[in-house]
């Protein structure tokens, strides 16, 4: 029937899944199962579609990038903006629950190609805290360049 279907954890509906598209019922996903599913989804459309990174956040999220800080969806996608065409390759994605089971953090290493220019190393951090069962946003995110590796 069609209540047999569902979006897995709601995870699909916040990460922007194609809207009609089902899938069958899992059991709960596992903090690494979500934090994976986001990081491929979050690089994905950074270096696709930045704008569509904006229902990942909410107004108190926060953003500290290269040391400045930025708060709430308006500031933090402009900063995105201002980063412009950029690709990323994921290297390595580390999980931990965080302080309830409503959220976890993200630790991701890997490179970055700014504008067409030669990759850099990068790492960021990410907090992802549920708003609603089973539904993440990006309640703090922290990147840094690494230079000299």
Known sequence: SNQQYQFTCSLAASL???PLQLIPPSPIMSAEEIAKAFVQHFYT???SNPAGLQ???MERSMMT????QFGGTPG????????GQVHHVVKSVDVQPSLSEQAIVVFVTGTIKIGG????????MFQLCAHAP??????????RLNYGL
């Open 16 to 18: 922007l899944l194609p």
């Open 55 to 57: 229902s990942m956040f």
């Open 117 to 124: 220019d030669n990759p850099l190393h990068f790492c960021e």
């Open 65 to 68: 990038f290269e040391g400045q």
């Open 45 to 47: 459309t950074f270096d």
């Open 76 to 83: 933090i996608m402009e900063k995105i903006r201002a980063v």
């Open 134 to 143: 089973g539904q993440y946003y990006v309640h703090n995110c922290v990147f």
